[in-house]
């Protein structure tokens, strides 16, 4: 499950407006400044892959980046800004939920959760609402080199993942699937790939 060749193919804006190949696809979402870009540029082993505006509320683009010539890497805007206007929060909710539910090639959608920090009410929201709408979620923590800092409580890694994970149970039939992850040490990214893989073949 290795990565031979990445590249942008386009930015869209509506979900109408991306590739109609039906090649599977699996979408990296999570609150601004979670490690995404990081992430995608280690997955595919680039420095600049993912060019995505990160002004707030800006460009709320779908952006799809095709792997191997056989599945899409899908970069959906951050969320969270906190110094987004209402209206911008809102156009980005409607949008990424539209896409989330009528897309029928994307087979997970991967949310990034940063497990420097203990566990956040929006991300808790948001990864419940996947679950209640049925929406197969992969989990992805992000920043796991980062060790007992006075910032996050002097809490590891390992206790933020799990009290996240025991706080949205109940909206799952089934607990999701998990990777931990550092774009720092490259922890959990041949797992991703391996995991992108099998849901693929499935
Ligand atoms: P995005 O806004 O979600 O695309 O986040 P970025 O990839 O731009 O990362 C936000 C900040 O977190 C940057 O300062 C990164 O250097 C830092 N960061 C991202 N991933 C990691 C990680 O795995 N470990 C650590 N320690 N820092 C990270």
Same mark, same amino acid.
């Given at each position: 499950a290795q990565v031979v060749n990445a590249d942008f193919v386009k930015s869209s804006? *509506?979900?109408?407006?991306?590739? *109609?190949?039906g090649l599977p696809e699996f979408a990296l979402v999570g609150r601004s400044n979670v490690g995404k870009s990081s992430l995608l540029n280690s997955l595919v082993r680039r420095k600049r892959l993912a060019l995505t505006s990160k002004k707030p509320g800006k460009t709320q683009c779908i952006n799809h980046f095709k792997v191997n010539d056989s599945w899409y890497l899908v970069d959906l805007p951050g969320y969270g800004y906190a110094s987004a206007p209402q209206e911008a929060r809102t156009n980005w909710d409607e949008f990424t939920r539209n896409y989330f539910l009528s897309r029928e090639n994307l087979v997970s959608v991967f949310l990034l959760i940063d497990a420097s920090i203990p566990a956040k009410k929006i991300d808790l929201d948001y990864a419940s609402w996947l679950g209640q709408n049925k929406v197969p979620m992969t989990l992805v923590f992000t920043k796991c080199d980062k060790r007992k800092k006075k910032k996050n409580g002097g809490r590891r890694p390992e206790e933020n993942v799990e009290t996240f994970q025991s706080l949205i149970r109940?909206?799952?039939?089934a607990a999701p699937p998990w990777i931990m992850t550092s774009s720092v040490t490259n922890q959990g990214r041949d797992e991703i790939l391996l995991h992108m893989s099998q849901l693929r073949n499935y």
């Open positions: 804006v *509506r979900p109408d407006d991306c590739p *109609r190949d109940e909206y799952f039939e």
